[in-house]
């Protein structure tokens, strides 16, 4: 069974700063997508990370896929209270079903 | 623009009472999904179909069942509705081509049983 493990589940951070959430996963896949979700409303696809060594970048945040460590990582840059949301990552169960199976996501909060 | 669209964003129940949730997607996509989504819990998808009348059971189908009659439309019943499938619940629409699965969710049923 596939576990998906994000860290940490919550994260307040100052305007200005960086920091990385981590997403590991238990069996091999090469097809990992990172969601957001801002308060009330629904999941917003931001990345599709399709091959190990992926890098896909947009304004402040990047992620990365590494399939031999079974890790993506979201790395923010000098953060914004804009990016205040609910991140998830999701790995795709490999196979014709196109399941795929979600962390249980990282609540960000970016404080002035 | 991908629409996925559920029918209402709240609800309320009583226990015991059947409750249809309803999904329509705009997009002609093949695979549509049901997921539940709970604190500390994430998403657990409940029941996937992959074609009119087609079905799969997700990680956690127990008390739920679904209708797809029609491409764009994928319906999640409760039998009998009880407290502990008071959620928020998420539908979802995907037709990947080859390698890209992204799933496009619609805003959410926030279901209240009492």
């Known amino acids: 069974e596939l576990k998906v493990e994000q860290n940490p589940l919550f994260l307040s951070m100052q305007e200005g700063k960086n920091y990385t959430i981590y997403c590991n996963y238990s069996?091999?896949?090469?097809?990992l997508y990172w969601y957001r979700q801002d308060p009330g409303k629904s999941l917003e696809s931001l990345f599709v990370?399709?091959?190990?060594?992926a890098v896909k970048q947009e304004g402040r945040l990047m992620a990365s896929l590494d399939t031999k460590a079974r890790l993506s990582t979201l790395h923010i840059t000098a953060a914004v209270h804009d990016l205040s949301a609910t991140y998830f990552c999701?790995?795709?169960?490999?196979?014709?079903?196109?399941?795929?199976?979600f962390g249980k996501g990282t609540l960000l909060t970016v404080n002035p | 623009d991908v629409k996925v669209t559920q029918s209402s964003r709240y609800l309320v129940k009583r226990t015991g009472e059947k409750v249809f949730l309803e999904c329509v997607q705009d997009?002609?996509?093949?695979?549509m999904f049901w997921y539940r989504q709970d604190p500390g819990l994430g998403l657990r998808l409940i029941y996937f179909?992959?074609?009119?009348?087609?079905?799969e059971k997700g990680d956690i189908p127990e008390g739920y069942s679904v209708s797809r009659e029609k491409k764009e439309r994928f319906s999640l019943i409760l039998e009998s509705a009880s407290t502990n499938q008071t959620s928020m619940y998420l539908c979802?629409?995907?037709?990947?081509?080859?390698?890209?699965?992204?799933?496009?969710f619609g805003a959410g049923t926030r279901l209240s049983v009492l």
């Open positions: 990370l399709l091959s190990n060594g």
């Open positions: 179909s992959y074609d009119v009348k087609m079905k």
């Open positions: 069996t091999t896949s090469d097809r």
């Open positions: 997009m002609d996509h093949e695979n």
């Open positions: 999701a790995v795709d169960r490999g196979g014709s079903n196109y399941k795929l199976t």
């Open positions: 979802a629409s995907s037709a990947p081509p080859k390698g890209i699965n992204i799933q496009y």
